[in-house]
């Protein structure tokens, strides 16, 4: 029971923060109709930002948190709408997500040649030390990690649904011209739910790499399984995202430890061929129709 | 023919003439060792440590008269951890004319590409620890460190005496390397009468352990066996702190290397390991001024992999010396059966044998992690 719990509650901590990421991917397609496939190096550099605060700019851990935040936000958000979304966007989706991949590599790539191939130790935001549920050992690490991230998408949810700004960007996503006509800023709505995105792309950032070290490939997985949980989930729901990315976490755990480590890589793309197969929209997603 | 095309004629003659005779005139002067490693990918840690230990080498020789009086080059051949570009590789290296590969360190890759150098007679220094490359009956390469079948089996009096373990659990990579000591490792426990309770793998590059402690931590063995790489070591470190896994973890090599214990923090902390060499060994002179030297050098502590990589290049300049010319043949010849005694070649810092497989065997260490640092807790006799 207890090894149970373990691994069930680390699923749940690792999957919440597959759930942030999921969510960006949510967000971006909602707005601007196109997947951005740079997401997971998206979850990478935020890091490697607040390295670059600590090593070379001498700051304090929290203080270079919050310039890789602020940089994250910038960079990822207001430059990565300005100078790749809007110059590309009218010459349609495909051309976009073509020149988000290609975004993601540059990103993988400028890591690598500027912070070097090696793995860097990354410090966590929160102490390591256990605590007894039920007989399992829990990092209190991960429970606040769960905490964070579930809190994070409650906040969002009523951000979107309770306040004007929410709902004038939902209109936005739903439709752009209509929302224009009733007097609704889009493009500022748009430019909010990309700083959106690279907000939470930091917070994953910084939440999952004292796990999974500060690396230039980090971004490969990540950015695959989350992809997976926002189709699992709904791509047009952000409770979707979370229900998608909670899911593969603990699958994931419980498959390693019940069934198999080494098959352990295939679950998220077995459970993305049976969602296709059974529930095309997904488990909480909503179908779509689309006039071409 | 006219005046002005025997001139232009003249011209281009000896444009191309001049050129090829100085070319041919340097590389007189120098001969090539082909560092072939991963330089990036999953297997960077170990592969930037044995080019820089190599590096290091490669200038040592130089300033004490390169290899048969001639200076010593190494470009290098980054193989992106990658088995088949490592293949590439290790056949541009010798296209390019080296006289030696170096490299490559992971067991995965030299399996591949060290049928190359073989059908091309290169000789081949390798970081691997796989049991099957020596097995395998090419008589150009050789280790720079004790393989998996030589280095776990110094282990077993550590499980069986010292910690007195009844039952055990390995945590081990599923690649060649990993695959490799764990197998000679559940051979050995099964010979001292030692029940393996968990056995749990890990994909290389795996990220979350939290599935793999908990099987552990569940079936509670007095001690395990950790053999992964190094960043893999020490993500496996940190949930096994995280999750308070109760017992010693021992591993062979790269359990309490330098970047293990950089990447894992106090996580590695009381980490326990048999190395075939390390740089905290500073009791034996050689590797009290290696390890000086490199992080001069390169500001940085040396791993076994840096010290693997300068080992291998070093050997190659003692023993083409001692051949007397570039032959392949011939050092194979002489490298089967060779031992070298430190006190005759100091840069081997240790007394090293070769058997006539390529397998090494030399004086080894138990080192533990106390306070962020390993430090030598006994040293084993050469097997």
């Known amino acids: 029971m207890s090894q149970f719990l373990q691994v069930f509650l680390s699923g749940l901590a690792t999957g919440a923060v597959y759930a942030l990421v999921a969510i960006g991917f949510t967000l971006v397609w909602q707005a601007a109709q196109t997947v951005n496939f740079a997401q997971g190096e998206f979850v990478m550099v935020p890091a490697f930002f607040v390295l670059i605060g600590m090593h070379w700019l001498g700051l304090s851990f929290w203080v270079a948190l919050l310039f890789g935040f602020a940089v994250s936000i910038v960079v990822l958000g207001l430059l990565f709408k300005k100078l790749i979304v809007e110059p590309i966007l009218p010459h349609g989706g495909i051309t976009l997500i073509i020149a988000t991949m290609a975004l993601g590599i540059l990103l993988k790539e400028s890591a690598k040649e500027f912070y070097g191939a090696e793995a860097q130790p990354f410090p966590a935001m929160f102490p390591g030390d256990q605590i007894d549920v039920f007989g399992a050992a829990v990092s209190l690490r991960d429970l606040l990690n769960l905490v964070i991230s579930l809190g994070i998408v409650i906040l969002l949810t009523l951000f979107l649904n309770r306040t004007r700004t929410g709902r004038c960007m939902q209109a936005t996503a739903q439709n752009p011209g209509v929302a224009e006509i009733l007097g609704v800023d889009v493009k500022r709505m748009v430019l909010y739910t990309f700083l959106i995105n690279a907000a939470l792309a930091a917070l994953a950032s910084f939440l999952i790499t004292p796990v999974y070290l500060a690396k230039f490939s980090n971004g490969e997985t990540l950015g695959l399984i989350a992809f997976i949980a926002a189709i699992v989930g709904g791509f047009n729901q952000i409770r979707g995202a979370l229900v998608g990315g909670l899911l593969i976490g603990v699958l994931d755990n419980l498959t390693a430890t019940y069934v198999t480590a080494q098959y352990r890589a295939a679950l998220p793309l077995v459970l993305l061929i049976v969602i296709i197969l059974v529930r095309p929209q997904g488990i909480m997603g909503t179908s779509e129709g689309r006039a071409v | ?383």
């Open chain 2, 1 to 383: 023919m006219t005046r002005s095309h025997r001139y232009r004629s003249l011209l281009l003659a000896v444009s191309i003439a001049v050129p090829a005779a100085l070319g041919t005139a340097q590389a007189a002067d120098t001969v090539k060792l082909g560092l072939v490693a991963e330089l990036s990918g999953a297997g960077a840690p170990a592969g930037t440590n044995w080019r820089d230990g190599a590096k290091l080498a490669v200038a040592e020789v130089n300033a004490a008269g390169g290899i048969l009086g001639k200076k010593v080059e190494m470009p290098e051949y980054d193989t992106q951890t990658d088995p088949q570009v490592s293949r590439a590789l290790v056949q541009k290296a010798i296209d390019e004319g080296v006289i030696a590969i170096i490299g490559t360190v992971y067991s995965g890759s030299t399996m591949v590409n060290m049928l190359v150098a073989k059908q091309n007679s290169i000789p081949q220094f390798v970081g691997s620890e796989a049991p099957a490359i020596v097995e395998k009956g090419n008589p150009f390469v050789y280790r720079t460190s004790s393989g998996a079948q030589k280095g776990v089996p110094a282990l077993t009096p550590y499980f069986k005496d010292t910690l007195k373990a009844k039952k055990v659990g390995v945590a081990w990579v599923n690649n060649e390397f990993g695959k490799g000591g764990r197998n000679v490792f559940i051979a050995e426990m099964k010979k001292a009468g030692i029940d393996v309770v968990v056995d749990a793998a890990s994909e290389q590059a795996q990220t979350d352990y939290a599935a793999d402690v908990a099987k552990i931590k569940s079936a509670n063995p007095d001690a395990v066996f950790v053999y992964m790489n190094q960043e893999e070591s020490a993500r496996f470190l940190i949930e096994a702190k995280k999750q308070a896994l109760p017992m010693p973890l021992v591993g062979e090599v790269t359990l309490t290397e330098a970047k293990v214990i950089e990447l894992a923090g106090n996580a590695a902390d009381g980490a326990i390991a048999h190395v075939g060499v390390t740089a905290t060994a500073t009791e034996v002179p050689g590797i009290a001024a290696f390890a000086k030297s490199f992080e001069d050098t390169f500001k940085r502590k040396p791993t076994h992999d840096a010290i693997k990589g300068y080992v291998g290049v070093w050997a190659t300049k003692y023993v083409t010396d001692k051949v007397g010319k570039v032959d392949g043949e011939a050092f194979a010849k002489t490298m089967h059966g060779l031992c070298l005694k430190a006190a005759d070649h100091p840069k081997i810092l240790l007394d090293t044998c070769w058997d006539d497989r390529g397998e090494m065997s030399r004086p080894s260490f138990m080192v533990q992690v106390k306070g962020g640092s390993p430090v030598v807790i006994g040293t084993v006799p050469a097997n």
